[in-house]
């Protein structure tokens, strides 16, 4: 074989196995999502959204009370945790820079990044469930807040540090106030890039599970008292895929198929918000 | 000693035994400059790269002043006033010494809100007074007839000169006193370029302008005097024909011959 030939061999070997891999990793993804799918579009009724949980054999049990419940401790969690990570993250890229402190700051946040979720939720039982006494939603939501806290504040450090710094400069050189510099030219110009990392953030808490065990526990039943106990879709499905009654099984998959769906499109919406931004 | 001219008119700024060190730096980027800018004229800074004409530029509406560790040292008189002071209202100073950039810097909003932006700061509300200004800034910078029809459009949609002429209006629209220029059009083609050249000679009617360049044919086309800086020192500042023509320092000579830069 010459030297040519084998280098021609060499790179088809290389292409194949790496393209087998491509297909062996999205055959596993298309192969969850079509699961997910066949079980939970058959699980799914209007039922499920309009009533609550139901003792095994009762044939009228819904989801409507882990619906709500995901749908308070995300929310809740997001209201303080967006515009906290915001304006930290505004902290480091427009304050900070590279100073000590903010250089500290981001490393924090990295490790926070990468610390497994149950042991946030293990600090919040510390923090809030043991000294109240009870497990309650807003124990859930701190929770899920500072789990969505670092993603937030690292990607709009990143995303205004994009913005040009000519950019502050000529608005500096009109006379505007830093504060103005901000809000009117450096928010407009990452504006896309800091909503993506608010819905990557808030995808990310919507799927969290094992924090949750620890601080808004769980209920079958609708509540809406944050300092009680409550339902989530996460929990739940947990809950009722590991029963034994086949009618909580298939509640389990229609929690799993809403989730999933919720969180693809999340997923799919900050993608194209940042692709949206590129195109620019 | 540096060589300069008498300046004939009154002067719009007055460097004196200037130094400016940048943060962490152990010697100074410009030293002991001392230099008249004539009102309402168009002086023009060259020299080859690091000399410290931008440096100089960005001093006189303290610039350096965004990022921490930078030290101005000596005065820079303007009304008579030394600018340096640590007490000095910067955003006063910087709605009367307006500055444009190397590129063109259209804010992320539409047409009219990038010329609106420095009146808006300025605490004007007034709608039919703002659209007013706004027109007749565009117009003073040649480029409403292109932009009357996209006020609301968004900036970036225009052309790198249309731009650049955008920032132009901005800039005037709060009506300066003096015009920085940081070599604006160095991103520019050959036709914008001329556009913005043609522009400036105009607007010297109503402001100081000082104007940066890298390109010594550009100094020569529309500056009333320029200065050639070297190594953070003034060699020679003279009217602009005398400088290209009969140059009183050699190193004057020796760069705007090509010799060295």
Not at chain 1, 178 to 188: A, D, F, G, N
């Amino acid at each position: 074989m010459t030297h040519t030939q084998k280098r021609i061999v060499t790179n088809k070997i290389i292409m194949v196995l790496s393209t087998l891999s491509a297909v062996i990793g999205i055959g596993f993804l298309l192969w969850i999502l079509s699961v997910l799918v066949i079980n939970g579009v058959d699980a799914l009724s209007a039922t499920i959204f309009l009533n609550e949980g139901a003792p095994p054999g009762n044939e009228n049990g819904g989801l409507k009370h882990a619906l709500i419940g995901q749908l308070l401790l995300v929310s809740y969690a997001s209201l303080f945790g967006v515009p906290l990570g915001i304006l930290a993250g505004t902290y480091l890229s427009e304050y900070g820079l590279k100073s000590k402190l903010a250089e500290t700051i981001r490393d924090i946040s990295d490790i926070m990044m990468s610390a497994p979720s149950i042991v946030i939720g293990a600090f919040v039982y510390a923090i809030v469930v043991a000294p109240s006494g009870q497990f309650s939603g807003w124990a859930g939501s701190i929770a899920l807040m500072i789990i969505m806290l670092p993603i937030i504040l690292r990607t709009t450090d990143d995303m205004l540090h994009l913005v040009p710094s000519t950019l502050r400069e000529a608005a500096f050189a009109l006379g505007a106030p830093k504060y103005k510099v901000i809000i009117q030219v450096v928010y407009r110009g990452a504006k896309a890039g800091v909503l993506t990392g608010v819905l990557l953030g808030v995808a990310r808490v919507a799927g969290e599970t094992a924090p949750l065990l620890f601080t808004s526990f769980n209920d079958n039943f609708l509540n809406t008292d944050m300092s009680q106990p409550m339902a989530s879709l996460t929990v739940t499905m947990y809950n009722y895929a590991t029963s034994p009654y086949e009618d909580w099984q298939k509640l389990g998959w229609a929690a799993a198929f809403i989730l999933s769906m919720f969180i693809l499109t999340l997923n799919i919406l900050g993608r194209l918000f940042l692709l949206k931004k590129r195109g620019k | 000693m540096a060589t300069i001219v008498d300046i004939a008119t009154e002067k719009a700024l007055e460097v004196k035994n200037f130094e400016f060190t940048y943060a962490g730096a152990d010697e100074p980027n410009i030293k002991k400059l001392t230099m008249p800018i004539a009102k309402h004229s168009i002086t023009a800074l060259i020299g080859p790269s690091g000399c410290g004409k931008t440096t100089l530029l960005r001093s006189f509406n303290r610039m350096h002043d965004l990022y921490p560790g930078n030290k101005y040292d000596g005065e820079i008189l303007f009304k008579e006033k030394n600018i340096l002071g640590p007490k000095e209202d910067l955003i006063k100073l910087r709605t009367q010494i307006g500055m444009i950039f190397q590129k063109p810097t259209a804010f992320p909003m539409s047409i009219f809100d990038n010329v609106a932006y420095g009146l808006r700061l300025q605490g004007l509300k007034n709608k039919t007074e703002l659209q007013d200004r706004v027109e007749k800034a565009l117009q003073d910078a040649a480029i409403w007839q292109e932009a009357k029809e996209r006020l609301r459009h968004d900036a970036n949609g225009l052309s790198g000169g249309q731009q650049q002429r955008l920032c132009i209006a901005r800039a005037i629209a709060v009506e300066p006193e003096v015009l920085l220029f940081d070599e604006p059009t160095s991103a520019l083609d050959p036709i914008s370029t001329a556009g913005i050249e043609e522009l400036v000679v105009e607007l010297r009617k109503r402001v100081s302008i000082i104007i940066v360049t890298h390109n010594m044919q550009q100094a020569a086309r529309v500056s009333d005097y320029t200065g050639f800086m070297y190594l953070g020192e003034l060699v020679e500042l003279g009217r602009t024909e005398e400088i290209f023509v009969t140059p009183k320092e050699r190193l004057t000579e020796e760069y705007i011959t090509g010799k060295f830069g």
